[in-house]
């Protein structure tokens, strides 16, 4: 079974910066269709960014220009580099399969404050 490990969230002033990081150890599977969720309290989980085999990416309006999606391939790591963060953006940070979602890690906590 899939494990996806997500890492590297924190308490951060707004402005501020971060980058999580997404593993799946012991699986190729950061190599695929991915996306970085979030769920923010009493509210759904969103999709923010995604990236495709070919590299290309999409992200949801309320973080583009500010987030950044990226992976290393010979890491198996996918990534999320977030910039000029907003208290709003405050959540937890989830990685993903796009097309066949996989059992959802545990998170990783991102707090802004303001």
């Known amino acids: 079974q899939v494990q996806l490990v997500e890492s590297g969230g924190g308490l951060v002033q707004a402005g501020g910066s971060l980058r999580l990081s997404c593993a799946a150890p012991?699986?190729?599977?950061?190599?695929?269709?991915m996306a970085w969720y979030r769920q923010a309290p009493g509210k759904q989980r969103e999709l923010v960014a995604s990236?495709?085999?070919?590299?290309?990416?999409n992200y949801a309006d309320s973080v583009k220009g500010r987030f950044t999606i990226s992976r290393d391939n010979a890491r198996n790591t996918l990534y999320l580099q977030m910039n000029s963060l907003k208290p709003e953006d405050t959540a937890v940070y989830y990685c993903?399969?796009?097309?066949?979602?996989?059992?959802w890690g545990r998170g990783t906590q991102v707090t802004v404050s303001s």
């Open positions: 993903n399969a796009v097309q066949t979602l996989y059992t």
């Open positions: 012991g699986s190729t599977l950061t190599m695929n269709f």
């Open positions: 990236i495709n085999t070919g590299g290309n990416t």
